[in-house]
């Protein structure tokens, strides 16, 4: 039984992550897409919101479950019982933070490994960044995100666009 976690902040979740999500849940038997909660990253979405999305995203893939995680990945990963994680690259420039962050997790639990899917061409250039600077100023996001997720967006930076203006 191979049971795997994918990791990731996902504020929000795109296309990009949910190619990855797709073609590694067929690597394993069970797929565990880990939403790290960790507000000093101050993530637009909350863990919850967050979650949610995924759970929303992913509700057609039947050995995917979504959980939140505080702390380290290895911790996390020890205690869902996977021995495996996912991570995807999109270009030349993640690699040497993906090669940190795996050898660092392989010295601090060396039975856990990582292994990368390189992310499917069409969504090479996405970032969930990019995404958030696009819908900030108002951009159409339809095609790096699901239409629920482009909307849950829409209504964020409306609030935010809101109280700014209030102050
Ligand atoms: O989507 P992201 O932000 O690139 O995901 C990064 C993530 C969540 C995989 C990474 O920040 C992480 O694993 N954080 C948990 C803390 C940890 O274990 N750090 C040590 C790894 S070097």
């Known amino acids: 039984m191979i049971r795997a976690v994918y990791p990731g902040s996902f504020d929000p979740v795109t ?24 507000n000093a990253k101050m993530p637009l979405f909350s863990a919850g919101e967050r979650v949610k999305m995924l ?28 021995r495996m994680i996912i991570r995807g690259l999109r270009a030349i420039t993640d690699f040497e933070y993906e090669l940190q962050m795996a050898q660092t997790n392989h010295k601090m639990d060396g039975g856990l490994e990582t292994v990368f899917l390189t992310t499917s061409l069409e969504y090479s250039y996405l970032s969930s960044t990019t995404v958030k600077e696009v819908a900030a100023f108002g951009g159409d996001i339809t095609q790096f995100v699901p239409q629920f997720v482009a909307e849950k967006m829409r209504e964020k930076f409306a609030r935010i666009h809101l109280s700014d203006g209030n102050k």
């Open 55 to 82: 759970v929303e995203a992913t509700k057609g893939m039947q050995n995917v479950r979504v959980i939140p995680f505080e702390g380290l990945l290895v911790d996390f990963a020890r205690k869902v019982d996977a």
């Open 15 to 38: 296309f990009g992550h949910l190619d990855v999500i797709g073609r590694s849940a067929k690597l394993a038997d069970e797929l565990i897409v880990g939403v790290l909660n960790n």
